[in-house]
């Protein structure tokens, strides 16, 4: 086994950014934005804040205490409280973390790309043919792999001199950029149409099956939960810390950034007249209407456009770097290997599996689906069914560093069985929709 002590991070605000980093990414910018507008807008919304609250928070600290508690990664740390016979569970956080950055770092590698273009030369007004162009082929595979050199370099270095310090530098630089995106969308002329598809509720729509799966499994995607980061980070945690404080922190940092980030894109849309392409969303869209909103405007449209792809790019490499290190920190403990061969031969692995989806973008839809969907769900029910249920006193562990919290019951009964139930109620809708349609 590897004898190395466990580091640690240097403190509570390394531990937040860098749970903020990742749960932050393209699931608030890219994946939030394209979903809400093609389901339907508000309704969306509003049923993706009811999950984060009602099932993301409790499972997020589900698994803030299981990764504190076992002082590892899933694998080990589902064998620590369970025994042997459930550490199989965390061979599919494994796998997990492996087929979703395969292609996440694809997507990643686009908004390099675009952010490269606005710089130098700006949007090509056919964006549509732009995006069918670079999002599959040569271009889509180098855009993945400079992505996944830069991740597995920084995962290479460790909690503290990596990731830890990449989160405290580029977390800040984020909120800054949405924040500044979003007041500029403001004072676009037309906005307020934009406004008004993002925020107001048609209620019919909440009853949707498939709008209801989908917000869950946005809630759990965009939480970095079911596959164990959450988990692998707080076994770098200190035991003084309050975990259902921090399990709010996250949760209401990863809510803002997806909401301001509807704030940029839907004015921008909408002023710009291009509402009507949003109906016929798809995973392509936001790399297709905001480029062609850029294209339409100028100068400001290039220096918009870099500041929106940098930022999408930043957030993507902080939530890519939190996957690498669920895969290379279960290499450590398990095989005991040293951090840099697991994340360098994990690292060139996944590049490897990423080749698939950046020449075929049907493949990265399917995979988004399978892993980004079904399995994190899958992962969650999991979760909650064994802190639930299997777990044997769950409350010892949170009780390090929040005596006093009086939410135990309610939470413990979430996950015994609301969630659980929820959850396999959207298990049901996703496999009936990918399997039998
Ligand atoms: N939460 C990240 C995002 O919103 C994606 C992610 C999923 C990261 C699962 C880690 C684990 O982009």
Redesign the pocket.
């Known amino acids: 086994m590897n004898q190395a002590p466990r580091e640690r991070w240097t403190g509570r605000t390394g531990f937040v950014l860098a749970a903020i980093g990742?749960?932050?990414?393209?699931?608030?910018?890219?994946?939030?934005s394209y979903l809400t507008a093609e389901y339907g807008g508000a309704a969306f919304v509003v049923l993706y804040v009811a999950f984060t609250v009602l099932i993301g928070i409790p499972v997020l600290l589900a698994e803030l205490a299981m990764g504190r508690g076992a002082n590892s990664s899933p694998i080990s740390a589902l064998g620590h409280f369970g025994g042997n016979a459930w550490k199989p569970g965390g061979a599919l956080f494994v796998a997990?973390?492996f087929l979703?950055l395969a292609y996440?770092s694809v997507i990643a590698g686009w908004t390099l790309r675009y952010a490269l273009v606005a710089l130098f030369g700006g949007f090509d007004p056919d964006a549509k043919q732009y995006f069918i162009e670079i999002s599959q082929g040569r271009g889509a595979v180098i855009g993945h792999v400079v992505f996944m050199a830069g991740t597995t370099l920084i995962v290479a270095r460790g909690i503290r001199a990596g990731i830890e310090r990449t989160s405290l530098i580029l977390m800040p630089v984020l909120f800054m950029l949405i924040c500044g995106l979003a007041v500029y969308g403001y004072t676009l002329e037309g906005a307020g149409a934009g406004y008004r598809f993002y925020l107001e509720t048609d209620f019919s729509k909440i009853l949707d099956a498939e709008v209801f799966s989908t917000a869950a499994g946005q809630a759990?995607?965009?939480?970095?939960?079911?596959?164990g980061?959450m988990m692998t980070y707080a076994s770098y945690l200190s035991p003084e810390q309050h975990l259902p404080n921090e399990s709010l922190v996250i949760g209401g940092a990863?809510f803002v950034v997806?909401f301001v980030a509807g704030l940029v894109v839907f004015p921008l849309i909408f002023a710009l007249g291009l509402s009507a392409d949003v109906g016929e969303s798809t995973l392509g869209a936001l790399f297709i209407t905001l480029p062609k909103a850029f294209s339409q405007m100028g100068i400001a449209g290039q220096v918009v456009g870099f500041l929106f792809f940098a930022a999408l790019a930043v957030?993507?490499l902080t939530?890519?770097i939190?996957?690498l290190e669920?895969v290379t920190a279960s290499a450590m403990d398990t095989l005991g290997w040293p951090r840099t061969r697991s994340a360098l031969v994990f690292g060139v692995l996944i590049t490897l599996l990423g080749i698939p989806p950046a020449l075929k973008i049907n493949i990265l839809d399917w995979m988004d689906k399978l892993a980004?969907q079904l399995f994190?769900v899958t992962g969650g029910l999991l979760l909650s069914i064994f802190v639930g249920w299997v777990m044997k006193d769950p409350f010892s562990e949170v009780r390090r560093g929040a005596e006093h919290w009086p939410w135990f019951p309610v939470w413990r009964f979430l996950l015994r069985v609301p969630i659980p139930l929820a959850l396999l109620i959207v298990l049901y809708s996703f496999v009936q929709k990918m399997f039998c349609e």
Do not use: E, T
């Open positions: 990742s749960a932050v990414g393209l699931g608030n910018m890219w994946r939030f997990s973390g979703i996440y759990f995607f965009s939480l970095s939960l079911g596959m980061a990863d997806a957030g993507a939530s890519a939190s996957l669920v980004g994190l």
